[in-house]
């Protein structure tokens, strides 16, 4: 071949390899460059079963073969890499984000070195630096996934499975016991020492309550040394069953007044505020930039700032998780009631740190205390708290419909059902002019990670299309790990502007969704895949900045 050939004979430096490894790991991008598509990224690091004896590699890439010593004892399996002849190696693991290049001339001076021994302990080494957490929960992720797409095409791979099984008994040991602390639950703790001597207005509704299940209210109310003088209401009043505009009244069991800040106005008024010491806040988010809880927030910093009062946040848990970040970020000249700030659709982030980046980003220069959980990781979901779910308002009744609303929820300011008032809001979309069959056909070949489609046939109680028969789909998570909402929700707009150009109302989607871009790319019939990768320069942003004000690992 004349000395050209693509394999031993072909050389590099090791800053180009890993810039190579960068875009695998960018799933085909490095910076503004695209080298591969992310499909072939993803086929070519599908594992497949190439030997009888169960093992696999990709394409171009081994896997877990006798040929992986390289890969160390630490990197899990769903994790790739090669050889080569000189001795030189490079491994990748996308659960950790890692790579680990190996250079050497084992063949000097005479053709009989080996280096396998020494670079698998390299790669060990690198491995066994990671102690996050987070990381750790992400690898198992990817074991899973790597079993699922395994045992698909072959049964016999159980030494593998069991090597895998031992690898994430220690990942869930990280969090086993767990007890999650809430701000509430701090602050009883410690006595209210912090409110000792406070006049306090307390905005909060029915999921303001400590881990045996009082209300904040109460707890508050009968607190020493504490004077809870007013109550204030978000959105669905302040036991969460309102629908509609909210009044201020007066709370039956402490006689306190409650100030709406779901009625006339939406933010405190100074004359409710002139005789507080301080407000605290302790409400239950769910996750998404539009859920006007967190909005609530911002205006009642804004205003206990102008009155120089300080505002004590009582941190709660993201419901589903605090490491996924996803979706447009809200433009700056589109915020509303719905969009308080430049945030995503999925942010990832507490109520406390939400605060915490209001203050910061928007210059609110809130006099801002937040009392942190304590056994909160970001890795977990709600139902690895231990603390007991409440529907944070009438139509969010479980956490599967928390974990859906981010993609589906942005729906429902367009003609179409996401069937509020029945047992399964958010669970289902639909409307009259749409074949579930052919939509739930269509998405299903998409083979969106953790989700299935199937259609159905339904008739609203309540909403959009009351009493009118629809056509939709039910939305069944399969695995919540691999699940991405935003870009569910995404691909479902995408289908309905495809197949129902002249029915779906698409102007209607910039309402929650917020973003005048991304609005034209889903009217364009934009490929998900793109709209979804328009967004990284922006998320990337928003990880950065967010990153200043995290108050937990």
Not at 60 to 75: C, E, I, K, P, V
Not at 176 to 198: C, M, N, S
Not at 390 to 395: F, G, H, L, M
């Amino acid at each position: 071949m004349n000395g050209v050939a693509g394999h031993a004979g072909l050389f590099s430096t090791i800053s180009d390899l890993a810039i190579y490894c960068q875009m695998i790991l960018n799933n085909g991008r490095f910076g503004a460059a695209r080298i591969l598509s992310p499909l072939s990224v993803a086929e070519m690091t599908r594992p497949r079963i190439v030997t009888p004896e169960g093992g696999t590699r990709g394409l171009g890439w081994d896997m877990a073969t006798s040929f992986s010593t390289n890969r160390g004892d630490l990197f899990p399996l769903g994790s790739y890499g090669h050889t080569g002849f000189t001795g030189t190696s490079i491994w990748i693991d996308p659960a950790t984000d890692m790579f680990v290049i190996f250079l050497s001339n084992r063949v000097h001076p005479d053709g009989k070195g080996n280096v396998a021994s020494l670079r698998g302990r390299v790669a060990s080494i690198a491995a066994g630096a990671v102690t996050d957490l987070a990381v750790a929960l992400k690898a198992r992720l990817q074991l899973s996934h790597y079993y699922e797409t395994v045992t698909s095409d072959i049964v016999h791979f159980t030494a593998a499975r069991d090597q895998a099984a031992a690898w994430s008994g220690a990942a869930d040991n990280l969090a086993a016991g767990t007890k999650v602390l809430t701000g509430i639950d701090v602050l009883e703790r410690e006595g209210f020492k912090q409110l000792a001597g406070k006049k306090i207005g307390l905005v909060t509704n029915h999921t303001g309550m400590n881990r045996d299940g009082r209300q904040t209210i109460d707890v508050l109310n009968r607190a020493a040394g504490v004077r809870l003088v007013a109550l204030f209401s978000p959105e669905h009043g302040i036991r969460g069953s309102a629908d509609e505009k909210v009044s201020d009244s007066r709370d039956d069991q402490t006689g306190l007044p409650i100030y709406s800040l779901y009625g006339e106005t939406r933010r405190p008024k100074q004359e409710q505020l002139k005789d507080l010491d301080a407000i605290v806040f302790d409400i239950q988010d769910i996750g998404a930039r539009f859920y006007t809880y967190i909005s609530t927030l911002g205006h009642v910093m804004e205003e206990a700032a102008q009155a120089h009062i300080p505002v004590f946040v009582l941190d709660r848990p993201n419901p589903i998780g605090g490491i996924s970040v996803e979706g447009p970020v809200a433009d700056a000249d589109k915020l509303s009631f719905t969009a308080y700030h430049t945030i995503p659709v999925r942010h990832g982030m507490t109520i406390g740190e939400l605060a915490q980046l209001f203050n910061q980003e928007r210059k609110v220069n809130c006099d801002l205390r937040v009392i942190k959980m304590e056994g909160w990781r970001r890795a977990m979901w709600f139902d690895a708290t231990n603390l007991t779910w409440v529907n944070p308002s009438p139509n969010m009744r479980s956490l599967t419909e928390a974990t859906l609303y981010p993609g589906v929820g942005l729906l429902e300011t367009t003609n179409v059902s996401v069937v509020r008032g029945t047992d399964t809001p958010f669970e289902v979309v639909g409307a009259p002019w749409i074949n579930g069959q052919d939509l739930a056909s269509r998405l299903n070949d998409r083979r969106m990670p953790g989700a299935r489609f199937v259609p159905v046939r339904f008739t609203p109680d309540a909403s959009v299309f009351k009493d009118e028969s629809c056509g939709g789909i039910n939305i069944i998570i399969t695995d919540r790990r691999q699940f991405q909402p935003v870009r569910m929700g995404i691909e479902i707009a995408v289908m309905l502007r495809q197949l129902y150009p002249e029915h779906w109302k698409v102007d209607a989607y910039l309402r929650l969704l917020v973003n005048a871009a991304t609005l034209e790319q889903v009217k364009r019939g934009d490929a998900p895949e793109e709209i979804i990768r328009s967004w990284t320069t922006s998320l990337d942003e928003f990880r950065r900045t967010r990153s200043k004000v995290l108050l937990y690992n």
